[in-house]
């Protein structure tokens, strides 16, 4: 089982800079269908991919048409849009045998027209209120992917890890951790 975030031309580095952090985080595959509205060498996508995304896979392709050629036999796409009545959450991510991918749209006009009427049954929304119009593109992959991890039991993640500088340690407030090496006048 892989599960794959899909970005459909997305316009913002930030927001792939986030995602391939996340996909870093969560051994996912990043398909980015081009055109894109950044070079892969935009330092804030760069920052965002070298500073904590080192480790993930990116995946690029022509076009959308490019992209579903690549699908394997056992994918299951699903069409993240607002303008879905079924919640992501309606779903079950949890057969092994099968590649999740999930397709975001472009942060300005989301998701072709023409492609969610295809596959219409595959569309899933994120509950939101009428107060705005549409979640920010990184959090709406962070949203979702988490929504199949948890399902799947988070594998290959550690769900508890010791740090050295364990905020939770018992002498982690020992006296003295906060004092500085003032100078002596
Ligand atoms: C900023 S939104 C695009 C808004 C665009 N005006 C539209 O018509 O979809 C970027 C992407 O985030 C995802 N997204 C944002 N809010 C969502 C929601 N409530 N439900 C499902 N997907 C959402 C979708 O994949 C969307 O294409």
Redesign the pocket.
């Known amino acids: 089982m892989t599960n794959h975030i899909v970005l459909f031309e997305p316009e913002i580095p930030d927001n792939t800079g986030n995602i391939a952090r996340t996909c870093a985080g969560t051994n996912t595959v990043l398909d980015l269908i081009e055109p894109l509205g950044f070079h892969l060498d935009d330092k804030h996508l760069k920052r965002a991919v070298l500073d904590y995304g080192g480790e993930v896979e990116i995946r690029r392709h022509d076009d959308l048409r490019a992209f579903l050629a690549t699908l394997p036999d056992n994918a299951e796409m699903y069409l993240?849009?607002?303008f879905s009545s079924k919640a992501y959450t309606d779903v079950d991510y949890t057969d092994e045998s099968k590649d999740y991918y999930f397709v975001?749209?472009?942060?300005?006009?989301?998701?072709p027209e023409t492609f969610m009427r295809q596959y219409a049954d595959r569309n899933?929304?994120?509950p939101?209120s009428d107060k705005i119009?549409?979640?920010?593109?990184s959090n709406?992959a962070a949203i979702v992917i988490f929504e199949a991890l948890r399902q799947q039991g988070f594998p290959h993640m550690e769900k508890s890890h010791h740090y050295e500088n364990d905020k939770l340690k018992d002498d982690y407030n020992r006296p003295g951790r906060y004092q500085r090496n003032l100078p002596k006048h």
């Open positions: 993240i849009s607002k975001f749209g472009r942060e300005t006009t989301g998701l899933l929304r994120i939101m119009r549409a979640f920010n593109l709406s």
